[in-house]
């Protein structure tokens, strides 16, 4: 299942991370890779749905740290970004396969830089600019994310 929106500017992928928070599970894990060139939005739609969530504080990308935890809503969500890794070995010698267990919610940016290590995707989120619009195309890859993307709400943008 995939699902494709254009998101016209900033207020748009606001509307996009707030839809995305709505479904997130509340009692299994979810893994959802998020893919795109530098600049395409990854960072802006986590915090979007960190912000939808009713989380204040910072939320960077964790290019150097890795991974940042933010406890919101009763959720444990964990923003990942592999952008720095030179090889994909990186990801089990940091120990990361930890954060991965039954209740987590893993945002990971450039996962393919830590493959073949990291879990699969439950859904997979490609970002793109193009024509100066950014464009999400949302794809399931599990049962769980198509439970995610069928339970998001339409129409997403005000």
């Known amino acids: ?6 998101l016209p500017d900033e207020a748009a992928t606001a509307d996009l991370g707030a839809a995305l928070a709505r479904v997130l599970p509340r009692d299994k894990r979810l893994v959802v890779y998020l893919t795109g060139d530098l600049g395409a939005g990854k960072t802006t739609l986590v915090r ?3 912000r939808a969530l009713h989380y204040t504080g910072a939320v960077r990308s964790p290019t150097y740290t890795l991974v940042e935890l933010h406890v919101v809503s ?3 969500l964990y923003h990942f ?10 990801f089990l010698e940091a120990g990361l396969d930890e954060y991965f267990n039954e209740a987590a919610i893993c945002l990971l940016e450039w996962p393919q830089r830590a493959a073949p290590f990291v879990p699969a995707a439950d859904i997979e989120i ?3 600019i193009q024509d100066n619009t950014r464009h999400a195309a949302l794809r399931a890859e599990s049962l769980t994310g198509t439970e995610c993307l069928t339970s998001l709400p339409l129409p997403l943008l005000s």
């Open 1 to 6: 299942m995939t699902r494709s929106f254009a």
């Open 48 to 50: 979007s749905v960190l």
């Open 74 to 76: 009763g959720l444990n």
């Open 81 to 90: 970004d592999f952008y720095r890794f030179t090889s994909p070995e990186e």
């Open 126 to 128: 490609f970002l793109e």
